[in-house]
């Protein structure tokens, strides 16, 4: 029994590893997430900077998650897509642009998001 509990144990620290290793695959090597990356740095930043509130900053951070995780799995149907179709083909190519328009639609909401937080407080500082 004390065997099987110690090997869970370890099976979740080898899943946390490979974890941290897609994630460092993504932030090191796909372009796109290093930019949403960089602009969610960026807005966590500016957050610290125009005193968001508690619920701003749980919107927030629920658009930057969306937007990393949609791009994160758009990245994965494109890789697996390659994998079984090298080539360029036609249906491949729609799969490809389908799981693009899902990543597009979390950034243009998130983009919608950030503008209902941030504009009123722009507004603000200019009037």
């Not at 460092?24 to 005193?51: C, K, N, P, Q, R």
């Not at 990245?75 to 079984?84: G, L, N, S």
């Not at 899902?102 to 503008?115: C, M, P």
């Amino acid at each position: 029994m004390i065997q099987k509990g110690r090997e869970f144990i370890i099976g979740r620290i080898k899943s946390i590893r490979f974890a941290l290793l897609g994630a460092w695959y993504l932030i090191t090597t796909e372009h796109a997430f290093i930019v949403h990356s960089l602009f969610s740095l960026f807005l966590i930043f500016l957050g610290f900077f125009m005193d968001l509130t508690i619920n701003e900053w749980l919107f927030q951070l629920l658009a930057i998650g969306l937007v990393l995780v949609t791009e994160a799995l758009n990245t994965v149907i494109e890789k697996i897509a390659d994998f079984i179709h090298p080539n360029y083909h036609q249906k491949i190519g729609i799969i490809k642009d389908l799981s693009a328009g899902a990543a597009f639609f979390a950034t243009l909401i998130s983009f919608i998001i950030l503008l209902v937080i941030y504009l009123p407080k722009f507004i603000s500082l200019y009037l």
